[in-house]
């Protein structure tokens, strides 16, 4: 049998010149100015703006010849018009609603929350209110919120894409 003393005083004497890193502190982030605060809700957007505003993501996902669902909501997330387009999937009717209501109770753009859980913030994903997945945007009016729009059925760039030119016919 042979013995092992030689291998461990080797190793040992490895191990004791590694750098120490894991004692160190670790190095302070530079503080950062809080963001502005997000726009105050105003009155719910009505069904005649609604609708028009799924009238533009219907004929903008059809010059792309995309398969869309499209949810607009007011700013509790409540549904107010809905549309999906022939042969899209299923699925992207509740996607399309989830992307809507979280960008309106939120406040925020689906895709900046996207952004925030793939930059670290994970703890987003134990919300379950939450829909971080680009598709979503707050429709703004006059400086408030009156809704949101969702958009699923593409890539979320795409879906963000329609919404945006949606939001931009104003």
């Not at 209501?101 to 689906?110: L, W």
């Not at 952004?115 to 979503?136: D, K, P, W």
């Not at 919120?145 to 939001?167: C, K, M, N, P």
Request: no cysteine; aromatic share 4%.
């Amino acid at each position: 049998m042979k013995t092992f003393a030689p291998l461990l005083a080797l190793g040992l004497a490895l191990a004791a010149t590694v750098p120490a890193t894991a004692q160190t502190a670790p190095a302070q982030a530079a503080p950062t100015a809080p963001p502005a605060p997000a726009p105050p809700y105003g009155t719910p957007i009505s069904l005649d703006a609604a609708q028009a505003l799924i009238d533009r993501a219907v004929a903008y996902g059809q010059s792309k010849g995309w398969r869309l669902a499209i949810a607009i909501v007011e700013p509790s997330g409540e549904l107010v018009a809905f549309a999906r387009m022939d042969d899209t999937q299923y699925g992207s009717i509740h996607v399309a609603q989830r992307k809507a209501e979280t960008a309106a109770r939120y406040r925020i753009t689906t895709a900046l929350m996207e952004e925030r859980v793939q930059t670290g913030r994970i703890v987003t994903l134990a919300n379950s209110e939450a829909f971080a997945i680009a598709g979503g945007i707050p429709i703004v009016v006059e400086g408030r919120i009156v809704g949101a729009i969702g958009v699923s059925g593409a890539t979320a760039a795409q879906d963000t894409e329609t919404a945006t030119a949606a939001l931009a016919a104003d």
